[in-house]
């Protein structure tokens, strides 16, 4: 099966290896992700944040050249969502990329939902950056 999918991309005025280097800090979510919550700890090797759908667990792709910042987050359920993403050099700026795939049990309203969560946590981040 192949989901439908929503790619959401937001022009940031900094350098992509910068944009990269704060965005794979779990460290600075808190500063950008709403929907990955409003605190976060380390906890052995992994990171927990308080997120609006409950204690989630994340875990960044390892540090790379490519700019990827794909990410797992797992709820206290068990269940893990892959979320991938991207930094790439645009000019003299960067773009960066999330790719939200619609699963299967997921209504239209909630889907639009998490699209525009995902698009304000882009332009939280931009704002941060670009101060």
Not at 1 to 26: G, T
Not at 77 to 94: E, I
């Amino acid at each position: 099966m192949i989901f439908p999918s929503k790619h959401i991309s937001i022009s940031i005025h900094c350098p992509a290896d910068r944009v990269y280097d704060f965005a794979l800090n779990p460290e600075n979510l808190p500063q950008w992700a709403s929907g990955l919550g409003g605190s976060i700890q380390k906890d052995g090797n992994d990171w927990i944040a308080d997120s609006p759908m409950g204690k989630i667990k994340i875990a960044f792709a390892e540090r790379n050249a490519f700019g990827v910042l794909d990410h797992d987050v797992a709820l206290e359920s068990g269940k893990t969502f892959s979320n991938p993403m991207r930094v790439v050099q645009n000019g003299d700026g960067s773009e960066i990329t999330f790719t939200l795939f619609r699963l299967p049990d997921m209504s239209d309203e909630a889907f639009e939902k998490d699209a525009a969560t995902i698009e304000h946590d882009l332009r939280a981040l931009k704002t941060v950056l670009e101060r």
